[in-house]
């Protein structure tokens, strides 16, 4: 049953919304932090999460569905090699939300920082 199992659809509908994800999961895996909005830092806080997860599980199988996922080879040699051996004994929270206080200039929206701890 899917009671209570929603997820954000930032106004999107579901395939700019998935390649939206997919994106700023790719910039974040490359650059290690980057800023946006709140309800975008939380939404693709899981994701990168899971797939630090699968990557620390260093194998053919888990690169390939890396590979699936990101749209650069470059993110997930990163994840492979730097990544999950650094979090090999850590067993979940890899990310850190970071309310902004200045808010972005154009439409109010509020700003956040997504960071690896």
């Known amino acids: 049953m899917r009671h209570q199992k929603t997820n954000v659809k930032l106004g999107r509908k579901a395939g700019p919304r998935k390649a939206l994800l997919r994106g700023l999961a ?3 895996v490359i650059s290690g932090k980057i800023k946006t909005t709140v309800a975008k830092a939380k939404a693709v806080r899981p994701i990168v999460e899971k797939y630090i ?3 620390k599980k260093n194998d053919l199988a888990s690169r390939r569905r890396l590979l699936r996922y990101f749209y650069e080879e470059k993110a997930v040699n990163k994840l492979l090699s730097e990544l ?3 979090y090999i004994d850590r ?3 890899y990310t850190r939300i970071i309310k902004l ?3 972005r200039r154009g439409d ?3 700003l956040a920082l997504i960071e690896l701890v």
């Open 84 to 86: 999950g051996p650094k």
């Open 91 to 93: 067993k979940g929270g």
């Open 53 to 55: 997860t699968v990557s």
């Open 108 to 110: 109010n929206a509020p």
């Open 101 to 103: 206080s200045n808010k």
């Open 26 to 28: 790719t910039s974040f």
